[in-house]
């Protein structure tokens, strides 16, 4: 079975941005799943290109600008999601990050084949501590979203 990676993106001082690390938490809390490593990827640097060595499959969690309304919960997958990180303005500081974490990761040959970026639109980003009310009413919708995505690429891989 391949290694599976989630990595959750975000400041969790800086209210919505943080969602990425309450998603990872809540999967954390879950039972846990066999070749699934959950991982808080704070707010991105290369220094998470090491992670990413040897993975099979990797998903996102982050807070994503993407014009709906907020806590709206949005799942881009492979070509998807890479057509969403080379768009020209990034809706977060964590996607140029992601971005140039990925393309890192292309040029040294260790690009998850599988790959998929979780996304929730945010309502607030600012100092605070605490999800917003639509992002705290949408993360056990983002959690089974993003479990449900694990236990396919389980699947496949037996």
């Known amino acids: 079975m391949g290694r599976i990676l989630v990595l959750g993106l975000g400041n969790i001082l800086q209210g919505d941005d943080g969602v990425g690390v309450h998603i990872v938490r809540w ?6 799943m066999t070749g699934v490593t959950v991982l808080d990827g704070g707010t ?4 998470l290109l090491v992670v990413l060595e040897g993975v099979d499959a990797l998903l996102v969690a982050d807070a994503v600008e993407s014009g709906r309304e907020a806590g709206r919960v949005t799942l881009f997958q492979g070509e998807a999601m890479d057509r ?6 990034a809706g977060s500081v964590h996607e140029a990050g992601l971005a140039e974490l990925l393309d890192m990761a292309r040029l040294l040959d260790c690009l998850p084949s599988r790959r998929a970026l979780l996304g929730i639109q945010p309502q607030t980003i600012a100092w605070g501590d605490t999800l917003s009310p639509p992002l ?10 993003a479990r449900s995505l694990l236990e396919e690429w389980r699947r496949e891989d037996s």
Request: charged share 20%; hydrophobic share 40%; aromatic share 0%.
């Open 27 to 32: 999967l954390a809390g879950q039972a846990p």
């Open 44 to 47: 991105i640097g290369s220094s």
């Open 84 to 89: 969403l990180l080379a768009r020209p303005k």
């Open 136 to 145: 705290a009413r949408s993360l056990p919708e983002a959690g089974c979203r």
